[in-house]
């Protein structure tokens, strides 16, 4: 491992961060304007893909890297849906979080999470009917029976478990103590303010599947797949998020991963490059199920490829081929070349799917290090740490 002094050698640190705006807060949102909603996905596609542009206010400034937090409101036919269950009309006036008064209709619709549901609502409910509680619901209480409530839970909604457990929820109010807030999602910014000076924009996959017996829609990909035309008001904020940031040496190579909607940050990094003329080299691995349907911002890449922004292209789609080829799989292909980039000084960029993709990644950069210096694995773990604590190594995963 000749060449590790590279990555030992004194970092580059990451680009300083913009002053933020903190006028708005998932608190107190910005009421921004949908000024672009198109899908990116083809027809053919399993996946629906969205390109989500939001007007800024003058003096909102972000970073390439940060996340735009979107406060989403539940369906109309959802809120309508469980209001006829429980038997109320809607108007009834409850407290919500802050002890402000509104309307049950209003709080369903804003305030509570009536979607996927979760085992503390299990808790809470059955909490409501004390000693009458029916077998069923007792069934899923406790720590003994944790895994049966978590197999309860998934796929099911609100509405599942007071159809199954009814008449236990007399009290509007009572559903302030059952359901969870309805909670702001984070999206990885798609921009960059030197390209966009007053947009965000975000790559959004609108989360959809059958469970049950129902057709569920995740409740802020869903509002901004089916809700949020070109015109629409949305609350939005801004996330600071210092982890993940281009280096300050803005002629250190970069080498990103971001298969699926972690391409996001990906395209905010190269429009930042772009825009203010970063001479550093650029290499972009993306991955999608089909390269006919899936392949999110296509045209922009090709065309970075052919301007030389892109330094290296490369793309892995899994159901393209008879063998499923994923992003791990074009690292370790291009061994020689990841290893030659890390000793060059690249920053390495993972960002997406936390519950596979980062793990098989990092399994890829680990060999292709291993490879390169002819070393063990164990070698290749520290030259790996060494990166980590250079801030070499950047993950945004989720
Ligand atoms: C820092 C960060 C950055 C992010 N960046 C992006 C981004 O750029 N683009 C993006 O699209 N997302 C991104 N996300 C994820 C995003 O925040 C949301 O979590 C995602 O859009 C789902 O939210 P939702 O409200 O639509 O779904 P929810 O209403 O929260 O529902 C999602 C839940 O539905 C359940 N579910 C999903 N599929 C099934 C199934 N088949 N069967 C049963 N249950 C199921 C699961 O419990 C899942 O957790 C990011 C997250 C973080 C933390």
């Known amino acids: 491992m000749s060449e590790t002094a590279t990555a030992t050698s004194t970092p580059t640190k990451p680009a300083a961060a913009k002053i933020h705006d903190t006028k708005y807060t998932r608190n107190q949102p910005y009421s921004s304007k949908v000024l672009v909603n198109d899908r990116l996905t083809g027809p053919e596609s399993e996946k629906e893909t969205i390109h989500i542009e939001l007007a800024l206010e003058e003096g909102m400034a972000y970073t390439p890297g940060d996340a735009v937090g979107i406060l989403p409101t539940n369906r109309d036919a959802a809120v309508e849906a469980v209001l006829q269950v429980l038997g109320f009309s809607g108007t009834e006036r409850v407290l919500d979080h802050y002890k402000v008064e509104i309307s049950l209709e209003e709080a369903l619709r804003t305030r509570l999470g009536i979607g996927k549901l979760a085992r503390g609502s299990v808790t809470q409910l059955a909490k409501l009917c004390g000693e009458n509680?029916?077998?069923?619901?007792?069934?899923?209480?406790?720590?003994?029976?944790?895994?049966?409530?978590?197999?309860?839970?998934?796929?099911?909604?609100?509405?599942?478990?007071v159809k199954e457990f009814p008449g236990i929820v007399t009290e509007p109010q009572q559903l302030f103590n059952i359901?969870?807030?309805?909670?702001?999602?984070?999206?990885?910014?798609?921009?960059?303010?030197?390209?966009?000076?007053?947009?965000?924009?975000?790559?959004?996959?609108?989360?959809?599947?059958?469970?049950?017996?129902?057709?569920?829609?995740?409740?802020?990909?869903?509002?901004?797949?089916?809700?949020?035309?070109?015109?629409?008001?949305?609350?939005?904020?801004?996330?600071?998020?210092?982890?993940?940031?281009?280096?300050?040496d803005t002629s250190a190579p970069v080498i990103m991963i971001g298969p699926g909607t972690g391409i996001a940050p990906f395209r905010a990094f190269l429009e930042e490059r772009q825009a203010t003329g970063q001479k550093g080299e650029n290499w972009l691995i993306f991955g999608e199920q089909r390269s006919v349907s899936d392949y999110l911002?296509?045209?922009?890449?090709?065309?970075?490829?052919?301007?030389?922004?892109?330094?290296?292209?490369?793309?892995?789609?899994?159901?393209?081929?008879?063998?499923?080829?994923?992003?791990?799989?074009?690292?370790?292909?291009?061994?020689?070349?990841?290893?030659?980039?890390?000793?060059?000084?690249?920053?390495?960029?993972?960002?997406?799917?936390?519950?596979?993709?980062?793990?098989?990644?990092?399994?890829?950069?680990?060999?292709?290090?291993?490879?390169?210096?002819?070393?063990?694995?164990?070698?290749?773990?520290?030259?790996?740490?060494?990166?980590?604590?250079?801030?070499?190594?950047?993950?945004?995963?989720?």
């Open 133 to 161: 509680c029916p077998e069923g619901l007792k069934a899923l209480l406790g720590q003994e029976n944790k895994a049966q409530a978590e197999e309860y839970v998934w796929g099911r909604e609100f509405i599942d478990l």
């Open 179 to 248: 359901l969870q807030r309805l909670t702001p999602r984070m999206y990885s910014i798609a921009s960059s303010q030197a390209a966009h000076s007053d947009q965000v924009h975000t790559t959004v996959r609108v989360v959809r599947y059958t469970a049950h017996g129902a057709d569920r829609q995740g409740i802020a990909s869903g509002h901004l797949g089916e809700r949020a035309p070109v015109g629409a008001e949305m609350p939005i904020f801004l996330h600071e998020n210092n982890a993940f940031r281009l280096p300050e």
């Open 297 to 398: 911002y296509k045209e922009q890449f090709l065309s970075m490829e052919k301007d030389g922004l892109l330094t290296k292209l490369s793309t892995a789609f899994s159901r393209d081929t008879h063998k499923k080829v994923y992003v791990q799989d074009r690292m370790q292909e291009n061994a020689a070349e990841v290893y030659a980039w890390l000793e060059r000084g690249a920053y390495f960029y993972v960002c997406g799917d936390a519950s596979r993709m980062a793990k098989d990644v990092e399994t890829a950069l680990l060999d292709c290090i291993a490879k390169g210096c002819n070393g063990t694995l164990e070698h290749a773990a520290e030259y790996l740490a060494c990166m980590k604590k250079n801030k070499r190594y950047q993950r945004d995963v989720y």
